[in-house]
């Protein structure tokens, strides 16, 4: 069955310094995976996705198949990157799973 | 351009009741996906329309239905209610290419409460 798993429900860092938040998936075939953000008070967001191997805002993943994880980085959290970050994953887009969220806090 | 919208914003009802959610999609999306999300967890994906019919569904029993309009807009329907259907029901839609993947813009979703 397909799962996304974020072992972490908060995690709290300082202004400045790396962060990760961390991913893992278990699917049986090749998924698309995303990452979504939601900061206080807005809309659920998609912050990247794994197809496009882009950075937004300063945010990167990198797919592991091996592994099978997606884990999400920053070099230097912001506080304005503070909001519930989900990892969600897709088979051609028919069907989403998405992880229980981890809430990063960035303080100064 | 429009965004999503939902309505209502918030809902009360009895368990064994019925409620209708609407969602209207955000223009030139033909794709919406609902997704029930109960506090503290992440969205559970419910079901996907696309041009009216539907193009996936997740772990929710048949109490669950839908329907898509010819104008894209959408309802989610939920019989029999039950407590544990007390969630935030949120709706996004998208636009549909075949092979690939397209962005999904969430709207700010519906609170249920069942009593």
């Known amino acids: 069955a397909q799962r996304v798993t974020q072992p972490e429900k908060l995690l709290s860092v300082f202004k400045g310094a790396p962060v990760e938040l961390k991913c893992n998936y278990s699917?049986?075939?090749?998924?698309?995976l995303f990452w979504y953000v939601q900061y206080s008070r807005q809309r659920l967001q998609l912050l990247l996705r794994?197809?496009s191997r882009e950075s937004i805002k300063g945010f990167t993943a990198d797919l592991n198949k091996g592994e099978t994880s997606f884990h999400l980085k920053k070099p230097f959290a912001q506080e304005e990157d503070s909001a519930m970050y989900y990892c969600?994953?897709?088979?051609?887009?028919?069907?989403?799973?998405f992880g229980p969220g981890t809430r990063l806090s960035v303080l100064p | 351009e429009t965004g999503v919208t939902q309505s209502p914003t918030h809902l009360i009802k009895t368990r064994g009741q019925q409620v209708t959610l609407r969602c209207s999609s955000q223009?030139?999306?033909?794709?919406v996906s609902w997704y029930q999300q109960a506090l503290g967890q992440g969205p559970q994906f419910i079901f996907q329309y696309y041009r009216e019919e539907e193009n996936g569904r997740g772990n929710f029993p048949p109490r669950f239905s839908g329907l898509q309009f010819p104008n894209y807009s959408s309802e989610l329907n939920v019989n029999a209610l039950e407590l544990d259907d007390s969630a935030l029901y949120l709706c996004?839609?998208?636009?549909?290419?075949?092979?690939?993947?397209?962005?999904?813009?969430f709207g700010p979703g519906t609170r249920l409460t069942v009593l």
């Open positions: 794994h197809i």
């Open positions: 223009s030139g999306h033909n794709t």
């Open positions: 699917y049986s075939g090749s998924p698309e």
């Open positions: 996004a839609s998208s636009p549909f290419l075949e092979d690939s993947y397209n962005e999904q813009f």
């Open positions: 969600a994953l897709s088979d051609y887009g028919q069907n989403f799973v």
